[in-house]
């Protein structure tokens, strides 16, 4: 979930046909500030009532970054912050309430690849445009995934699992139509040319219960899902999504080391504003969420989730976002993927 200081995380996914092509970070262009008449300067604005973030899914790790996140906001802007799940339609009805939300500095998005870089494609209209309707604060994390089926399936290995689906009917969980859960799943279905029923969820947590209680048989899930149900023993990781293997669990080999030569796919995710939110409100949240991301104790969480904590400016995360939605959208494509 690399180039600046993002790490490994910012190489991009990279499957020819069936999988996300590879990609760096290049420069944006210059995000238009605000004349000093109209605004104040960044170290001067400050919210004057109660700041939502919302989270547009629910669980999963977009809502513990959130949680974390929110009370060390509240201290250093006086005011208070809450967290707020919308969750519904693959991120779609959380992510249009904030992009119709006043671009005054009091309504924040935790966006994800879903709705910001998937859907676009995957729908055929979607209420907001994620370009002109959301301003980018900060790419906050990013991660591979782990490819984790339920314990009581009898596979081992991804070539198990594959020979398994062609002789009986199975169903993978995603935390929603459209995520990187989903869409790593239809590569996956699309490079080994087998059929596996899609269940999707309203987030995470839903998805994760039915996987742990046998409802579906497998899903792609960032580690910070599924890591202590591994450890329990209820679920078994098979294979991870990332260029090497996780340094927590290592005999969980790498897609690519299971036959799947470029099988990379990231999760990620940031914090926007609404379209049109001044300048100077856009640099004081990143200022401060790029603070909080690097304090050692909310950094070690992150870590220790498996996740990349990246912390961009926002003209970073606007250059990643225009990379991904045409790179998600080539994967879409590939596999045929579709809003269910």
């Known amino acids: 979930m690399p180039l600046?200081?993002?790490?490994?995380?910012?190489?991009?996914?990279?499957?020819?046909?069936?999988?996300?092509?590879?990609?760096t970070l290049a420069a944006a262009p210059a995000t238009p500030q605000a004349t000093p008449q109209a605004t104040?300067?960044?170290?001067?604005?400050?919210?004057t009532k109660l700041v939502r973030i919302v989270v547009p899914i629910v669980g999963s790790t977009n809502d513990v970054l959130a949680r974390l996140v929110a009370p060390e906001l509240q201290r250093v802007l006086g005011q208070t912050v809450i967290v707020e799940n919308k969750g519904g339609a693959g991120g779609n009805i959380g992510t249009a309430e904030v992009a119709r939300s006043a671009p005054d500095g009091h309504t924040l998005l935790v966006g994800f690849n879903g709705p910001i870089a998937i859907n676009p494609?995957?729908?055929s209209k979607l209420p907001y445009d994620p370009i002109k309707d959301l301003s980018p604060i900060t790419l906050a994390v990013t991660s591979p995934q782990f490819l984790a089926v339920n314990a009581n399936v009898p596979v081992k290995t991804v070539a198990d699992l594959v020979a398994l689906s062609k002789t009986k009917n199975m169903a993978y969980a995603s935390v929603s139509t459209g995520s990187a859960s989903h869409l790593t799943m239809e590569m996956l279905k699309s490079a080994a040319k087998i059929d596996?029923?899609?269940v999707p969820y309203k987030g995470a947590g839903p998805a994760v219960v039915d996987l742990?209680?046998?409802?579906?048989?497998?899903?792609?899930?960032?580690?910070?899902?599924?890591?202590?149900?591994?450890?329990?023993?209820?679920?078994?990781?098979?294979?991870?999504t990332g260029e090497k293997r996780f340094a927590s669990t290592p005999n969980v080999p790498t897609m690519i080391e299971s036959g799947y030569p470029g099988f990379v796919a990231l999760s990620w995710i940031g914090f926007f504003a609404p379209?049109?939110?001044?300048?100077?409100?856009?640099?004081?949240?990143?200022?401060?969420?790029?603070?909080i991301l690097k304090q050692?104790?909310?950094?070690?969480?992150?870590?220790?989730?498996?996740?990349?904590?990246?912390?961009?400016?926002?003209?970073?995360?606007?250059?990643w976002i225009q990379t991904e939605i045409p790179r998600w959208g080539k994967v879409i494509k590939d596999t045929g993927a579709k809003a269910d």
């Open 212 to 240: 742990v209680g046998g409802q579906v048989d497998a899903a792609f899930m960032v580690p910070g899902n599924v890591q202590q149900f591994a450890k329990e023993g209820r679920v078994h990781l098979i294979a991870s």
């Open 196 to 198: 596996i029923a899609h």
């Open 4 to 23: 600046f200081p993002f790490r490994r995380a910012l190489l991009a996914a990279a499957l020819l046909s069936c999988t996300l092509p590879t990609a």
């Open 296 to 319: 050692p104790e909310i950094r070690a969480k992150l870590e220790q989730m498996e996740f990349d904590v990246v912390a961009s400016s926002p003209r970073q995360f606007a250059d």
């Open 275 to 291: 379209g049109g939110t001044p300048q100077p409100i856009i640099d004081r949240y990143n200022r401060e969420l790029v603070a």
């Open 40 to 47: 104040p300067q960044a170290a001067d604005w400050a919210p």
């Open 121 to 123: 494609t995957l729908y």
